[in-house]
């Protein structure tokens, strides 16, 4: 059974505080992990697709990184703007896109 | 704008209450699903279609049913054989890129049951 791990559940930071957030996996071939940020009663925003290990992806103070068993979200210098859930989704091979998504961890940024 | 919809942001359902949540995409996305977000737990599948037509049934979907009559829409009703129905729901579609897929989300919809 695909498995994901996100740690820490939640995260406290100072502004400009960087940090890195885990996304540990299980899945038997990985198709695609995949990282979203939410606020508060709204729906995920996608934010990166990666594939393959040793891949990495910038969107502004967010790089994600990937190797055969986990991703970081290295967050870099945060604002309190940055403050939201970050989910990560693994997507194994086969037919049907039916990602599995992590619990997600809290990040707040504090001025 | 292309993007997806959902309706109404906030419901409130009695016991025994069927209630249906709607959710449009004018995305041309063939692959659509619904979630059910609970406070610590990850996003669990309730329905999926692939094509118009066409549904199946994902981790949790007993006492919710779907119909997939327009590729645009995806309605989702709680019935009330669902024991535990207060939560977030999320509608997503599904584009298929040169990259890869990649799901995007509507802005859910909180159900509360009085």
């Known amino acids: 059974e695909d498995q994901v791990t996100q740690s820490p559940e939640a995260l406290r930071l100072q502004e400009g505080e960087s940090s890195s957030l885990n996304c540990s996996y299980t899945?038997?071939?990985?198709?695609?992990l995949f990282w979203y940020r939410q606020d508060p009663g709204k729906g995920p925003e996608f934010l990166f697709t990666l594939y393959s290990a040793g891949e990495e992806k910038e969107k502004e103070r967010l790089k994600a990184t990937l190797t055969k068993k986990e991703s970081f979200l290295h967050i870099t210098a945060p604002k309190p703007e940055d403050s939201a859930t970050y989910l990560c989704?693994?997507?194994?091979?086969?037919?049907?896109?039916?990602?599995?998504f992590g619990r997600g961890t809290s990040l707040i940024v504090h001025p | 704008d292309g993007g997806i919809t959902q309706s109404p942001k906030y419901l409130f359902r009695k016991e025994g209450q069927n209630v249906t949540l709607s959710c449009e995409q004018n995305?041309?996305?063939?692959?659509m699903y619904w979630y059910r977000q609970d406070p610590g737990q990850g996003l669990r599948l309730i329905y999926y279609?692939?094509?118009?037509?066409?549904?199946q049934k994902g981790d949790i979907a007993e006492g919710y049913s779907v119909s997939r009559e327009k590729k645009e829409s995806f309605p989702l009703t709680v019935t009330s054989a669902q024991k535990n129905p207060t939560a977030f729901y999320l509608c997503?579609?599904?584009?298929?890129?040169?990259?890869?897929?990649?799901?995007?989300f509507g802005p859910g919809t909180r159900l509360t049951v009085l």
């Open positions: 899945v038997s071939g990985l198709r695609g």
């Open positions: 997503a579609s599904k584009v298929t890129g040169t990259g890869g897929d990649t799901q995007y």
């Open positions: 279609s692939q094509i118009v037509n066409d549904f």
């Open positions: 989704a693994v997507q194994a091979p086969g037919g049907s896109y039916i990602p599995t």
């Open positions: 995305l041309n996305h063939d692959a």
